[in-house]
């Protein structure tokens, strides 16, 4: 049941340090940190999670956790000296996203965040909606079946838990104020199976129909653009995939594409008023993605493309205005994160903030975009510091700190990233992260940590702070997170190259990318592999396949029997779809008949015996994704063979922790477990 904060004891705690920290560097000045960093400052809740303007610009929502152990809604009124609102606030769980709905109504889910991932699999986010003063609070989305406290008001029109937030339309002639879309979701085969937009009121909970005729039938994902018009519906089911498009002109949806799940000629990224659809689309021999618009009357993306980052895939987003939806530019991250605008006045006020702010991505968004009294929302970070708000009022040319994302973190403290281009053993491209300890140099190599990502077909690094990678450097390692082939972000070859490669040449670059950094002199002998899911089951086949370089391991929630991950067991729940198992893996992981040797070649279970280092193995006892019966039946292989691991397993945890106590406990755990194997320098 969701409890309300009590308003007196929640302003006097919240709003206090709010305001106390407005001026975050003499903040972060009465803190002395200690010779070594706790452990728990680097998994705390952030100070601030999000943050957005209201359309107007006048005000400034905030979800923070300061001033308690929940993270709550407030909002602060820009035109009345920074006055601080409580908006939304509960003791037994979490607002993790919200939006404007107008200027005076907002949108928002919850989460338990101190019940671990494991709660997912009972309770849906839901959707509330309040007053930026915290009135008219009304439930809109069920949380499954969760009771709410009604406080009195009526809650006639509540929507069942399997409805989700699609769109909130910009105020404008023809938009009905207070309405937002949502999607109700039908789910079959462990996947989501069609997804119906439909028109929410935001104060009554009143739904109505929204013109959907003619529409594909089964549509899995939409994009609307700032009316809250559906523009865009893609299907997939049996393998393949589809793309359907009506502009603002037409009166019935036609087709653009259709084709196998993996030969999509591009991908939908956002729609403007004008009736334009920007796509990304793969372009050369490695295949970089590009961003481009859509050529209706040739029927494919158009050349040359508006925006490409050469060896990396275009990762980001087109930026548009609220008033007329035209694009102002677009936001990318390569080597990091940038923003090209295109808008001139944009232009100025980006060099302005990066000059005021020197050596930091300085992320903007933007009310009233480009006007002489436009109001920037500032988010200014580093590889060293996770970041710190501002608002820049550009009528008074005033930049006014708001407060730190994260709570005693000093940037002094930290190790920088740094991303390095290699070549693997066959000369491929290889993307390496290094994450380097204060003081490390060239020629004075450190005991090392080569921390390999999960997915795998996902891109992990970034030039940003990261709590793990920090983590491990304050306690004297290096730290390696190889791009091995399979990541995406770096061009489809190099996405591709991955497929069946499970243990194979994946896991010669993840090797490569430690050889490197040793001859370098950046790394020494003694060195750990690490990683979670598919970066667990790398680093057991690390230890299996190259035993020479890795003095121990730590896996955790890792799949280790491919058989089990691409077949699925009677006896064991997981939630990957029966399509998945038919149609994607068996092309991405290898077929469990005409591969079955390679697979079991590849096996950290079948192959247990070969497994001599140190391990610590954790799982979380609510994991679907990866459940727990694949931890369980290695750790009996490694039993029998005489070399039992350490073992830790987490109850209510899924794929991945959530809580900041199992965080917190398994971060001391490996600290521990690395400091027996390898020798840290302080």
Same mark, same amino acid.
């Given at each position: ?48 999670? +999000?943050?957005?303007?209201s359309p107007s610009g006048k005000k400034l929502a905030l979800t923070t956790s300061k001033g308690g152990t929940r993270v709550g809604l407030v909002v602060l009124d820009l035109a009345n000296g920074y006055k601080a609102m409580r908006t939304g606030g509960f003791s037994d769980a979490d607002i993790v996203e919200f939006d404007w709905v107008g200027e005076n109504r907002l949108v928002f889910s919850v989460l338990d965040l101190a019940a671990g991932g494991g709660q997912d699999r009972r309770y849906a986010p839901g959707l509330y909606a309040v007053n930026p003063d915290g009135a008219d609070l009304r439930q809109l989305v069920k949380r499954q079946g969760t009771p709410f406290v009604r406080d009195g008001s009526s809650f006639d029109h509540t929507l069942e838990w399997n409805h989700r937030l699609l769109k909130v339309p910009l105020p404008q002639e023809g938009v009905l104020p207070d309405e937002v879309v949502v999607g109700r979701m039908e789910f079959g085969d462990k996947r989501l199976h069609s997804m119906t937009p439909l028109w929410l009121n935001v104060r009554t909970g009143r739904t109505r129909s929204l013109e959907l005729r003619g529409a594909p039938a089964l549509a899995t994902d939409w994009l609307f653009d700032s009316k809250g018009q559906p ?9 393949? /995939? ?27 990224? $956002? ?5 334009? *659809? ?7 021999? +490695?295949?970089?993605? =590009? ?24 990762? &980001? ?57 436009? =109001? ?18 550009? +009528? ?65 690094? %970034? ?30 070859? %190099? ?15 993840? /090797? ?8 370098? &002199? ?30 121990? !391991?730590?896996?955790?929630? /890792? ?20 399509? &998945? ?18 697979? $079991?070649?590849?096996?950290? *279970? ?6 001599? /280092? ?27 063979? !005489? ?9 209510? +945890?899924? %794929? ?18 690395? &400091? ?7």
């Open positions: 049941m969701l409890q309300k904060f009590a308003k007196q004891a929640w302003r006097r705690r919240v709003l206090g340090l709010l305001y106390g920290c407005l001026m975050p560097w003499v903040c972060s000045a009465q803190v002395t940190a200690p010779a070594e960093i706790p452990v728990e400052r680097f998994f705390q809740y952030p100070s601030i999670l +999000e943050a957005k303007l523009r865009v519906a893609m299907t997939q089911r049996d393998g393949r /995939a589809a793309v359907y498009w009506r502009g603002p002109a037409d009166t019935a949806w036609r087709q653009l594409a259709e084709n196998d799940v993996f030969k999509m000629p591009f991908t939908p990224k $956002t729609v403007d008023d004008a009736g334009n *659809l920007f796509v990304t689309y793969s372009d050369g021999p +490695e295949g970089y993605g =590009v961003l481009t618009r859509f050529d209706f009357a040739k029927m494919q993306p158009q050349t040359p493309a508006l925006v490409s980052a050469p060896g990396f895939d275009f990762n &980001g987003s087109v930026l548009l205005e609220r008033a007329s939806s035209r694009a102002l530019g677009v936001r990318l991250d390569t080597d990091g994160e940038q923003t090209i605008w295109f808008d001139e006045s944009m232009k100025r006020a980006q060099a302005f903030i990066d000059e005021r702010l020197p050596g930091r991505v300085n992320r903007i968004s933007c009310r009233r975009c480009g006007a002489e009294d436009m =109001v920037l929302l500032v988010r200014s970070f580093a590889d060293t510091d996770p970041g710190k708000l501002y608002l820049y009022e550009a +009528e008074h040319k005033r930049l006014q700190p708001i407060s730190p994302v994260m709570d005693g973190i000093d940037p002094r403290q930290m190790a920088r990233v740094d991303l390095h281009r290699i070549k693997a053993r066959d000369g491929r491209d290889l993307p390496v992260w290094l994450t380097q300890p204060v003081g490390l140099k060239a020629g004075q190599p450190v005991p090392t940590v080569v921390l390999v990502h999960g997915g795998p077909w996902i891109r992990i690094g %970034h030039w940003q702070w990261q709590p793990m990678e920090q983590f491990l450097a304050s306690r004297g390692y290096l730290v390696i997170s190889p791009e091995f082939r399979g990541s995406t972000g770096y061009g489809e070859a %190099h996405y591709r190259a991955g497929w069946k490669q499970w243990g194979q040449a994946m896991q010669d670059d993840v /090797a490569d990318a430690l050889l490197w950094a040793q001859k370098e &002199g950046l790394a020494s002998s003694q060195a750990c592999i690490a990683g979670a899911s598919y970066g667990g089951y790398s680093t057991l086949m690390g230890l299996i396949k190259h035993p020479e370089l890795y003095r121990c !391991g730590v896996a955790w929630v /890792a799949v280790t029997d491919p058989f089990l991950y691409l077949k699925g067991s009677w006896w064991v729940e997981d939630n990957l779809s029966d399509s &998945g198992r038919r149609h994607l893996l068996p092309q991405m992981v290898g077929d469990v008949e005409k591969d079955a040797a390679m697979l $079991t070649a590849n096996s950290p *279970l079948a192959q247990a015996k070969q497994i001599k /280092a140190p391990l610590l193995l954790a799982f979380g006892e609510s994991d679907l994704r990866v459940p727990i019966a694949h931890g369980e039946r290695l750790r009996a292989a490694l039993r029998e063979a !005489g070399r039992p691991p350490e073992w830790v397993s987490y109850a209510n +945890e899924a %794929h991945g922790w959530r809580m900041p106590s199992t965080q917190v406990d398994f971060a001391k755990r490996v600290e521990k477990f690395l &400091g027996q194997h390898l020798k840290a320098q302080p």
